[in-house]
């Protein structure tokens, strides 16, 4: 059984017998002997082989070009270069994939809108490669943050007869053909009503927090927002907890803490993964994110954030006034110019958000709230949920939302309401602030954005 790359540099002794499989990222050769770099996607370090002429396998070492797939056998020595601990003294080399001269990953820089393009391969880079390993162990962590907690995990649909937020951009799901003809009338549909793509698990979330108490979902979500911007996709990954018995200021607990969490994480990776980020995306980056991690947050209502972007003698794009939502430039300028720290927004009017948030006793505001970072604005958006069912009706009624459609989530108000509190967290977004990346296409593995949708 061959041995990860990874565990192979990390040795603390010699081993008269290995087995090591990756791809070839250099190839040198001379008379005697050639010197290999393989990696096998385990971590950022390559291994060097040294293959011996006329060792088994070397008859098709020509073919073992970049990007070529190998399988080593040899004793792990001690380096006798200075850029790595050990290496491999190879007793047979056997190539398993070719990679011809096409193979576009070349050892020179690529562009990030090049590399878009070839999102099956870009992987295989060094930057790449630790974008997405990171976002595997960021993952892994959210659950842990969790489970420490005692969460439940709950899978929400995907598919879904709801829109939560009532924006109205979302994917319809149907097997009628466009084409056909005939009527298209939704009791000949598959469902038989109209569903789409989910845009948030929330409400259903909600059902399950006022039965189990703490619970989260993590999953994809979908908005058919044509907005080509760096910070949008049409597919993207939300975490989102719900909690019952819960206010307002329980829920900022809970999304502060959370995304400190997650940036310690990020921190306290042993692979050097978050090395390629610092020395090559954002020379800040190590020092902001400690910053994050080790002091507490700002927070401030919204009324007073409009004031003061109004004093700021700011020249912004968007206009700052009572009763509009903050834009990513104001957000923005909270946190690293004014405040210069994360800071949570909270009270906004309740003209500009969903319906099923809490109105407060000034009934003018609601109990929502944004968490904002440096670089990027908006990475947590939640409230307070509106337990009251009388004040719930009114408010879907101002939204125009049909309580025959929703009588499953006023059920849960109807029978022993409970205060309750979740937010919404932007998993691109998370890696976007703890990498520096600045286009949230760089973070998924595959991005689904107005007019794209390869592999």
Known sequence: MRTLVRDLLRSTAPADLVHAAGWVRTRRDSKAFSFLEINDGSCLGNLQIIADAGI???EKLQKMSTGASVAVEGKLVASQGGNQAWEIQASSIRLLGEAPEDFPLQKKGHSPEFLRSIAHLRPRTNLYGAMFRLRSR?????????????????????????DCEGAGEMFRVTTLDPTSGKPQSFDRDFFEKATHLTVSGQ??????ACALGNIYTF??????????????????????????????????DLAEAMVKFLVREALEGQDGDLEIFAKFVDKGLRERLEFVANNPFERVSYTEAVEILKKSGKGFEYPVEYGLNLQSEHERWLTEEHFKKPTTVFNYPKEIKPFYMRLNDDDKTVTAMDLLVPGIGEIVGGSQREER????LANMERHGLSTEDYSWYIDTRKYGSVPHAGFGMGFERMLMFVTGMQNIRDVIPFARTPGHCEF
């Open 56 to 58: 088994p396998g070397t």
């Open 138 to 162: 960021m993952s892994q962590a959210v659950h842990r943050f969790f489970a420490e907690r005692d969460f439940y995990h709950v899978h929400t649909p995907i598919i879904t007869a709801s």
């Open 203 to 208: 409400l259903e979330g909600e059902t399950f």
């Open 219 to 252: 999953g994809p979500t979908f908005r058919a927002e044509n907005s080509n911007t760096t910070r949008h996709a049409a597919e993207f990954w939300m975490i989102e907890p719900e909690m019952a018995f819960c206010d307002l200021q329980g829920d900022m």
């Open 389 to 392: 069912l009388d004040v719930l």
